[in-house]
């Protein structure tokens, strides 16, 4: 990594722009939540573009049997970014998110961060937006009905990101919890979509051109079983995230073409983790620049087996820092000590003290 960049004046660096969840709404809502999927698809394409720029490693777990914490990092020659993230499929049950995340941007020239932000929200928008970015490749022409197996806090955001990259209108839902299923088939139904609640996951991919599966569970799942998948469809595959934890049959994955963000994370979490250690996959950077096909035929089936790699994070970090910047949407985080001498940490300290 060569730093390149400028810095600015100490003073200028000591607050760190805080992006909560409350601006990050104000934010989403000022852009419009499909065209902010849309710009944070253009900034995950343009970093995939320039993939071999990036210093890229395996995200760093702790497994719990209640779930997984952790931390994704990259950068590349000018900004350092990373996520801490969590995925507890019980906490819904308990009240709470089964996924939660928060972020840092920084400077490689000095180490200074320039972003800190939410990321619970962005992470949702960001999965839809590479979702939504592949589909755009790999999903069979003319597609315009999508199955979403698994209707959690996940899902609208997948089927926005899924019309506006990949014109989707019409949308077959289905989840073991009719409740969850009854309030995306609200949601949607606000939305505009035309929405098919169904009552089993064997009737929502019928006649489905894209399935999407965003299921939590923490086990070896079958969510989709080899004969519910048809020659031409398109599989967004979100939900098999971590070690133990997927969502196809094993014959599904053996007559689909694989395409994968980062196969060295991918093997260890995705789908892929059931096959050989060298099954072929496509790298998805690869396609994107040109240099690898996507969809080649109407009766391929395809298969996004998205774990979520830490370069989409890092895009989402920039594209928030470049939306908030000038705006009111960020606020001022004392986070970073900044004695007027810098070896004069001590006396800092001392002066702060009580009278
Ligand atoms: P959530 O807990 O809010 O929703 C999951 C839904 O799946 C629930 O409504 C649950 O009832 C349903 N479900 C569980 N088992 C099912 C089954 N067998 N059939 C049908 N429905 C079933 O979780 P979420 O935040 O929506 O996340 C969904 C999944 O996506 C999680 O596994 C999470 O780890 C994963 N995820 C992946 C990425 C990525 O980049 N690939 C990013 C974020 C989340």
Known sequence: MNAVQTI??????????????ADMMRLVHSIGIEPFIAGLAEYIEADFTRWPEFDKTPRVAAHSPEGVIELMPTADHDSYGFKYVNGHPANMAR????????????????????????????????????????GRTLAPRGASVMAMIGNGAQCEFQALAFRALCGIKRLRLYDIDAAAT???????????????????AEAAVEGAHVITTCTADKTRATILTDNMV????????????????????????????????????????????????????????????????GR????????????????????????????????????????????????????????????
């Open 95 to 134: 009240g709470f998110q089964t996924v939660t995340a928060f972020g840092v941007l920084a400077s490689v020239a000095n180490g200074y961060p320039v972003l800190l932000t939410e990321m619970t929200l962005l992470t949702a928008l960001r999965t839809a937006a590479m979702s939504a970015l592949v």
């Open 230 to 293: 048809g020659s031409g469809q398109h599989i967004n595959a979100i939900g098999g995230d971590c070690p133990g934890k997927t969502e196809l049959h094993r014959d599904i994955l053996l007559r689909s073409d694989i395409f994968v963000e980062y196969p060295e994370q991918t093997r260890i979490e995705g789908e892929i983790q059931q096959l050989d250690s060298n099954h072929p996959v496509t790298e998805l950077w690869q396609v994107f620049r040109g240099e690898a096909p």
């Open 182 to 200: 009854a309030k995306a088939a609200r949601n949607l139904a606000a939305q505009g979509f035309d929405v098919i609640p169904c009552t089993s």
């Open 296 to 355: 080649t035929s109407d009766r391929q089936v395809t298969l996004f087996d998205s774990v979520g790699f830490a370069v989409e994070d890092f895009s989402a970090l920039r594209y928030v820092r470049d939306r908030v910047a000038g705006t009111g949407f960020a606020q001022p985080l004392d986070l970073l000590a900044d004695p007027d001498d810098p070896r004069d940490l001590f006396g800092m300290l001392t002066r702060a003290a009580p009278a």
């Open 8 to 21: 600015p004046a100490p003073s200028a660096l000591a607050h760190v722009p805080f992006v909560s969840v």
